[in-house]
């Protein structure tokens, strides 16, 4: 995010707004689009049926922080 310009070096990201900007991002990925792009570097593309809105909003409720 510091590359991009989407966070400043003096600014602090909390766990909060992060998830928030992580699931905005989530609901704008079109996800067929996504598995077509992944499908040739996976050998088993049943793995990739899974992937979808609620799935990975689903995984993102599960990431673990770290205080620094």
């Known amino acids: 995010m510091l590359q991009t310009g989407h966070?400043?070096?003096?600014?602090?990201?909390?766990?909060?707004?992060?998830?928030?900007?992580?699931?905005?991002?989530?609901?704008?990925?079109?996800?067929?689009?996504?598995?077509?792009?992944?499908?040739p570097f996976i050998t088993d593309k049943a793995r990739l049926d899974i992937w979808s809105v609620a799935f990975f909003h689903e995984m993102a409720i599960h990431l673990r922080f770290l205080d620094t």
Do not use: C, F, M, T
């Open 7 to 39: 966070l400043l070096p003096h600014d602090k990201l909390e766990k909060k707004e992060l998830l928030e900007r992580l699931h905005q991002k989530i609901e704008g990925i079109d996800w067929k689009s996504a598995r077509a792009n992944v499908a």
